[in-house]
């Protein structure tokens, strides 16, 4: 039947352009009168032939179909999304109702969806990491049909509207594991208006920059009348797993290498070593709990700090708490010759069922991409916009919003993180070592080899969970 249609379509295209490259003649209008039905329609002989689907389903085949949509969010996120899948189920013109369901977390979502599989009775959707899809890789559609699809996919100009750093993280070895759903960054917040008391003009370029400024920051605490903040004012230490290996990064290092792991490298050992040696001197340090990371960074406690993209709301609520009006924006992390930030986050994920659902499903995650969700996404959610055309709907937002904008030009600069089923279990070990760096009972001094020993028992350990 599709062939047929294809066939048809062809010859009416061919039809068309002959008629219309012959020249007209002269008629005789007073001797000929037109048939019944052959007065011409100009509406209609202009009308472009819609683009044929090769996905093989029947749109009356696509009506009533249910998909089951499993997802991390609680709160705003997920409240926002049901909003979103109401008015998709609303107003969809195939009739498609989607279902959605909460699992409070990605862990708890991997999990379950783990059991499902086993069991063959899995969600259609599921918005999970790209490094879980890897891990389902068997069950997972290959979604590049949908996404070249004539009449249900994208053109490449709609391709392009996608970040490519946002893009190319769900696509291995061929294959389109999924798409984007939400992206992050992990940045360094840097306070300008303090930076520019203690001399410093411009932010950082470099680690010996950065160390420079970190290390004013903590002379000057030390130096003032307060004794309880000596041991403050430079780099607050974190270690959640997107911070170290953005500055192995930006030193030149990384850990993937082919389809496995290597830490002990030059770059990774100068990282380590850099940062490390930063505590030695007090210029970098590790807080206890008792404030958050936001009310130490809006109180002067250190001069840079640690955040993800959706930490910004937060920060700038602390700095109105604290009546403080400085002024602090988004750094990457800076190296010795370059500089690293590490986008990362969820994508829709699609799970084998009949082509009538998948098409279904796929055509739900089409309608959550339009610039017109995005936008709503981005606003309550304080995330990257998954796609450029997006900001035409954010200008408002963009300018109230200065540091989340700065975050939106630095993007095209991203890096993303490694595209192995084991990153998910590597990154909590990577976590782990980082943590044990900063530990001053069990390794106060750094001595010459303390570094690659601890980086060969991350990357023995990274191998081992990469089995």
């Known amino acids: 039947m599709l062939s047929l249609r294809k066939t048809c379509s062809v010859l009416f295209s061919i039809l068309f352009l002959c008629t219309a490259c012959t020249p007209s003649l002269p008629t005789d209008s007073g001797t000929r009168t037109p048939p019944p039905g052959a007065t011409e329609n100009t509406s209609e002989t202009n009308t472009p ?200 990064l930006a030193f030149g290092g990384g850990v993937q290498e082919e389809a496995g792991y290597r830490f002990l490298t030059p770059g990774n050992i100068a990282a380590f070593r850099f940062v490390k040696l930063l505590q030695q001197k007090s210029c970098a340090w590790v807080a206890s709990s008792d404030l958050t990371v936001a009310e130490r960074f809006a109180a002067r406690q250190a001069l840079f700090v640690t955040a993800s993209l959706e930490d910004l709301p937060d920060q700038s609520r602390a700095f109105s708490a604290a009546n403080n009006p400085d002024e602090w924006t988004v750094l990457k992390f800076p190296g010795a010759e370059r500089e690293a930030l590490i986008v990362y986050g969820s ?39 998954l796609r450029d055309s997006t900001m035409q709907q954010l200008a408002d937002y963009s300018g109230s919003h200065p540091q989340w904008a700065e975050a939106v030009r630095l993007l095209p600069q991203g890096e993303t993180t490694p595209q192995l089923a084991s990153w998910r279990l590597v990154r909590v070990m990577l976590e782990d070592g980082f943590r044990d760096l900063f530990d001053t009972i069990r390794h106060p001094d750094l001595t010459e080899g303390h570094v690659p020993l601890l980086l060969r028992q991350m990357e023995a350990t990274a191998e081992d969970l990469n089995q």
């Open 49 to 248: 032939v819609p683009a044929a689907s090769s996905l093989q389903v029947e749109k009356e085949a696509l009506r009533g179909v249910q998909v089951r949509v499993w997802h991390p969010w609680f709160g705003a996120e997920a409240s926002l999304f049901m909003s979103q899948v109401s008015k998709f189920n609303t107003e969809n013109e195939w009739g498609i109702v989607v279902s959605a369901e909460g699992k409070g977390n990605y862990s708890e979502l991997f999990l379950q969806t783990q059991a499902a599989l086993e069991e063959s009775a899995d969600a259609q959707i599921v918005i999970a990491f790209p490094e879980h899809a890897l891990a389902w890789g068997e069950h997972v559609v290959d979604l590049k049909p949908y996404v070249n699809d004539q009449l249900y996919g994208w053109t490449p100009f709609e391709v392009s509207d996608f970040p490519t750093v946002i893009w190319n993280q769900d696509e291995v070895d061929g294959k389109r594991f999924g798409v984007p759903a939400q992206r992050t960054a992990r940045f360094l917040l840097y306070n300008r208006s303090w930076a520019r008391e203690l001399g410093f003009d411009s932010p950082p370029a470099s680690s010996s920059d950065f160390e420079q400024q970190v290390c004013a920051a903590h002379t000057a605490l030390a130096a003032d009348e307060d004794p309880n903040n000596d041991a403050l004012g430079g780099w607050l230490v974190d270690t959640h797993a997107m911070t170290p290996l953005s500055w192995m």
């Open 347 to 385: 994508s829709f994920i699609m799970f084998e069922s009949d082509d009538a659902t998948q098409l279904a499903a796929w055509l739900f995650m089409r309608w959550m991409l339009s610039p017109e969700n995005q936008a709503r996404w981005v606003q309550s959610t304080g995330l990257f916009p």
